[in-house]
């Protein structure tokens, strides 16, 4: 599965259609990324612009965004309805295929570390990426806007930011910078010009003002339009969904005698969502969204399954890639998701108080090993294409039976090497499997169980795949010694496996 991650950077600049401009040409000079869509809102005097590629691509994309951004935007002179703090207002990252939130946590690290030491510019992490729980709500960390957070990041302790000097940047202030799931901006426009409406029924449905859990609203006048405007971000659209938040603002909207006169949608949107309100208004019965005939189509038209799906058959096709190895990995995939599940489950609970710090630990850990394994199975795939890539080199001459020779021994090895991490591997994950049998919450004895006997034949899997590479290698210090390695790892599995099944056996009696 590719690895695609999208970036939805907000820029204080929705007048000046030269420097979105400007910004965009630096996003599209990065191969391999995308740009899906931009939006500039005069009165707001803001840009939302999204784009997708791979992990480190995106991050390079959004790190010369800002800084054109920087160049070009001065919050001196910026004037606009929208909350901001910065010329580059907010920067987030969003898992759509391949990573997990965790990867997108970590690119929002990476990149406000570089903003901080290379623009000087002052980076706060929100939402996953937040490092303390004053900052998870955007809201919060952006409160006061330029001005405020420029009167006091110098003297109050809780304006220190994650990255950066403790100093506004003197044009382009400061930036939050974090990882979410997609966001739905969504605004309704009211028929009346009385911002005091918009600003009442906005406190009335964002959940800071008791209202839906995963909606932030804020009032605003659309002077351009003679109407108020209730202005959301709806973060978990799956929880709050759009339909539920325009019902609710209907209902308060006629308390004042007051009509909606429409609504949008800001840069882009989950089909999902839009399908969710359809089923709602037209109040579908058996409603199935494989139902939708583009989806239909996109299968007909050569579109790929994602997921388990497409892993299966692809194992069960023809080609040699994926097979044992990749299977093997994707065992040890699943221990590590088993494991964390159990802790999910434990963690929080007031009986297992007492090993809940542990268990976080754990679930860190067979997280990581979730992960790794997953990359695992691809790079297995990997590894044996190169041994075939090799394997079709010209072999006319000597020189060129030689050449051939040295590079299918070179990608033996390589793939010798894959099974081996997948072993040290899934020997972590069932030593992790042992903690959550052992500590977890009983009542998942049985997962707990499985989780063991995945990392089990994962280990044993791999030490298959190890095995029969080996008898193409011709160094015979190489053989000896990793098959010395792989012997012990085994063992080692094997002993544990054994000693936490019975371990699982007297908790189910």
């Excluded at 992990?55 to 001065?74: G, H, L, R, W, Y």
């Excluded at 996109?298 to 388990?308: I, V, Y």
């Excluded at 040699?320 to 088993?338: K, T």
């Excluded at 072993?423 to 009542?443: D, F």
């Amino acid at each position: 599965m590719a690895k695609i991650v999208e970036c939805v950077p907000n820029f204080s600049e929705g007048r000046r259609p030269e420097v979105i401009e400007a910004i965009l040409a630096e996003i599209k000079s990065v191969d391999g990324v995308l740009l899906l869509d931009k939006e500039m809102d005069r009165d707001h005097n803001r840009a939302v612009i999204s784009f997708v590629g791979g992990p480190d691509e995106v991050k390079s994309a959004a790190f010369k965004a800002m800084a054109k951004a920087t160049q070009m935007i001065n919050m001196e002179k910026h004037r606009g309805e929208h909350p901001r703090m910065g010329a580059t207002d907010v920067v987030p990252f969003i898992p759509i295929s391949g990573v997990t939130m965790q990867d997108c946590v970590v690119l929002a690290e990476q990149l406000g570390k570089e903003v901080g030491e290379k623009l000087q510019i002052p980076v706060y992490l929100y939402e996953s990426a937040a490092k303390r729980p004053d900052r998870v709500n955007l809201a919060d960390v952006r409160r006061g806007e330029y001005e405020g957070i420029k009167a006091e990041i110098e003297t109050n302790p809780d304006r220190k930011p994650d990255f950066g000097p403790a100093k506004m940047h003197p044009t382009a202030g400061a930036v939050a910078i974090g990882a979410r799931m997609p966001l739905i901006a969504f605004n309704v426009y009211l028929g009346t010009p009385y911002v005091g409406v918009a600003k009442k029924i906005a406190k009335s449905i964002r959940f800071s003002g008791g209202g839906l859990r995963y909606c932030k609203a804020l009032g605003f006048e659309i002077k351009e339009r003679g109407l108020a405007q209730i202005s959301m971000n709806l973060v978990n659209y799956r929880k709050t969904p759009i339909f539920r938040v325009f019902e609710m603002i209907k209902a308060e909207a006629e308390r004042y005698g007051v009509p909606i006169v429409s609504s949008e949608i800001v840069g882009l949107t989950p089909q999902d969502a839009l399908l969710d309100v359809a089923d709602f208004y037209l109040r579908l019965e058996n409603f199935k969204k494989d139902q939708v005939l583009e989806n239909k189509l996109m299968t007909f038209a050569g579109g790929e399954k994602g997921g388990l799906e497409a892993f299966v058959d692809q194992v069960a096709s023809s080609s040699p890639a994926p097979g044992g190895g990749s299977v093997a990995a994707a065992c040890g995939a699943l221990a590590g998701a088993l494991s964390s599940m159990v802790c999910r489950l434990t963690i929080g609970k007031k009986r297992f108080k007492d090993v809940t710090d542990e268990l976080k630990e754990v679930l860190g850990k067979a997280e990581d090993v979730r992960k790794r394994m997953e990359e695992f199975i691809v790079k297995d795939a990997g590894s044996f294409d190169k041994v075939m890539e090799a394997m079709k080199l010209p072999k006319y001459t000597d020189e060129e039976k030689k050449r051939r020779n040295q590079a299918i021994q070179e990608a033996t090895k390589g793939a010798i090497s894959v099974p081996l991490q997948v072993m040290e591997t899934g020997l972590e994950a069932l030593k992790l499997s042992q903690i959550v049998v052992e500590k977890g919450n009983p009542n998942m004895i049985s997962d707990a169980g499985v989780a063991a006997l995945t990392a089990k034949t994962a280990v044993e899997g791999a030490y298959l795949n190890v095995r029969i590479n080996l008898n193409s290698i011709e160094d015979q210090n190489f053989v000896i010694l990793t098959k010395q390695k792989a012997d012990a790892l085994k063992k080692e599995a094997l002993l544990l496996a054994e000693e936490i099944g019975k371990k699982v056996e007297d908790r189910l009696t």
